[in-house]
């Protein structure tokens, strides 16, 4: 979904939810992180298409779990974000949920047009469907499989996708609603918050969630100038794209360290008062995990994540 969309939605259930527009602010910045996957990053653009790293790299658990760690609101903005492209369609590219493990999944039980596949001895664990190439096929041009034809194919990417597209009704809904909700909340009567409120948060606290959105639209900016370069007539333009990513990533730096305080008492928590939760990630998921896949696997091999 659109960048406005994921900014609006995120903001609008951390005011609704936490009533703190600090925090608010940290999980819609949360939110705008996943779709830096999209820039190619001086990635050459077949690579960068053959390994369909938009809605995998940066759309996964495990970048959740990993950011949790800086700060469990920045994660709770990316879990949203990915949600919201969840709804959206095999041409959207939908989203890759456990990249990079999904690509251990070499096949689907059916076939692009539904068809029931002879099942491989080899393979313990299915996939429910392959990618349908006629809609993979419309996705943009910087998106799409890079394979030529129309044909049935098995591909070594494993997405859910549901039935949105991008910038049309559900986006726009998503957006609308959102931008309503925060309204709402700022000037319904009744409501706990006041717009004094805003002032007694430190102020300090929101220059340092400018300096992260400073940090991340950079490099938004860059990602944009490099996928832009690609075009011959904006080629010339190309060479700024590494000063722009190198400010980018000074400011990323300038942020980290304005944080540090913030995520050495995150790490404290999760990892000293709070050993039940690290015993709980570490050790329970994963078995858990394990455990129903050799119960879906149990009676031979026809097993379906
Ligand atoms: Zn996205």
């Known amino acids: 979904m659109d960048l406005p969309t994921h900014f ?3 903001l609008a259930a951390g005011l609704v939810f936490t009533n703190n527009p600090e925090v608010a602010l940290l999980i819609a910045l949360g939110s705008l992180i996943p779709d830096l996957d999209r820039e190619y990053w001086f990635i050459p653009k077949k690579i960068y298409s053959d390994e369909q790293i938009h809605r995998a790299g940066l759309h996964n658990v495990f970048m959740m779990a990993l950011v949790y760690l800086i700060s469990p609101y920045l994660s709770l903005g990316i879990f949203l974000h990915v949600l919201q ?3 959206t369609t095999v041409k959207d590219r939908g989203v890759e949920w456990f990249y990079p493990f999904t690509r251990l999944v070499k096949r689907g039980r059916l076939d692009c047009e539904g068809n029931e596949q002879p099942l491989d ?7 429910y469907q392959e990618d349908p190439p ?52 700022f000037f319904a009567p009744g409501n706990t918050f006041h717009i004094g409120t805003l002032m007694e948060v ?34 010339r333009f190309n060479f700024a ?23 050495e008492r ?12 690290v015993i709980m990630v570490a050790i329970i998921v994963p078995l858990a995990v394990f455990g129903v896949i050799k119960w879906k696997t149990r009676r031979g091999r026809e097993g379906i994540v």
């Open 8 to 10: 609006a939605f995120a």
């Open 85 to 87: 492209d969840s709804f």
């Open 202 to 235: 430190r102020s300090g606290s929101y220059s340092v969630i400018g300096v992260g959105f400073a940090a991340i639209l950079v490099l938004f900016f860059a990602g944009e100038v490099d996928r832009r370069g690609h075009n011959p007539k904006l080629g």
């Open 134 to 185: 006629g809609l993979a096929k419309k996705a943009d041009s910087d998106l799409r499989p890079s394979y030529d034809d129309n044909e049935c194919r098995p591909v070594p990417w494993r997405r859910v996708y549901g039935f949105a597209q991008n910038s049309q009704i559900l986006d726009r809904s998503f957006l609308i609603g959102s931008i309503a909700v925060i309204l709402v909340w």
């Open 266 to 277: 995150n790490l404290r928590t999760i990892f000293l008062s709070n050993p039940v939760s």
């Open 121 to 127: 001895p080899k393979e313990r664990v299915y996939f």
């Open 241 to 263: 794209k590494y000063p722009i990513f190198a400010s980018g990533i000074i400011l990323l730096g300038v942020w980290g360290a304005l944080m540090l305080d913030n995520i």
